[in-house]
């Protein structure tokens, strides 16, 4: 069945949405609602906003993809910590996370601005208000660089200064749901 297609095979082509593992949809977590990506412990510690990243399974574990740019703050403090937690939150937080990807923490104190109040669990830092907390195991990281792009068009449009992310792979060692 060569030429046969995918409903032939018995596929069945579903809408993004419907790609949930007991409410867990990355499309619509990472994508439309965004998160924080924080590391660092009680010492100190960064957050960030972020709306890229993936789930999946890699190397047999369950883990997540985020890629943080080198001139964020967040990044010294991930590249320095073993763990790191991604904070899903209600839209009710949308203003706070706005206020968390447009302010550096080297500048401002985010939990006074946005009233955020950290939460210190499993080496890592998390938020009270967040409604989903994935807690990370850090296990892989690599700079992005333009030779990899086989699409040059993506290297053109979202790095015209070839201030390229790190990726950073983190095994999902634990999952916090209110």
């Known amino acids: 069945m060569i030429n046969a297609t995918m409903e032939e095979m018995g596929f069945k082509k579903i809408e993004m949405e419907e ?3 007991e409410k867990i949809n990355p499309f619509k977590m990472i994508g439309k609602d965004w998160m924080l990506v924080t590391a660092g412990n009680e010492k100190g510690w960064n957050t960030m906003t972020a709306s890229w990243g993936f789930m999946g399974v890699m190397w047999g574990k369950n883990v997540v993809t985020t890629v943080i740019r080198p001139q964020r703050y967040t990044k010294e403090f991930i590249d320095n910590s073993e763990y790191f937690t991604l904070s899903f939150f209600g839209e009710d937080q949308r203003a706070a996370l706005a206020y968390c990807g447009k302010y550096s923490g080297r500048d401002v104190d985010k939990t ?8 210190f669990t499993d080496g890592t830092t998390a938020f009270e208000q967040a409604n989903t907390v994935i807690v990370c195991r ?3 990281s690599q700079d992005m660089n333009a030779e990899c792009f086989i ?4 290297d053109e449009q979202w790095y015209p200064n070839k201030d390229y992310h790190t990726e950073y792979i983190g095994e ?3 999952v916090y749901v209110k």
């Not at 006074?112 to 939460?119: A, D, I, Q, S």
């Not at 699409?151 to 993506?154: H, I, L, P």
């Open 112 to 119: 006074k601005e946005t009233g955020l109040v950290p939460v």
């Open 138 to 140: 850090k296990m892989y």
């Open 172 to 174: 999902i060692t634990a």
């Open 19 to 21: 790609l949930t593992a």
């Open 151 to 154: 699409d040059k068009s993506a």
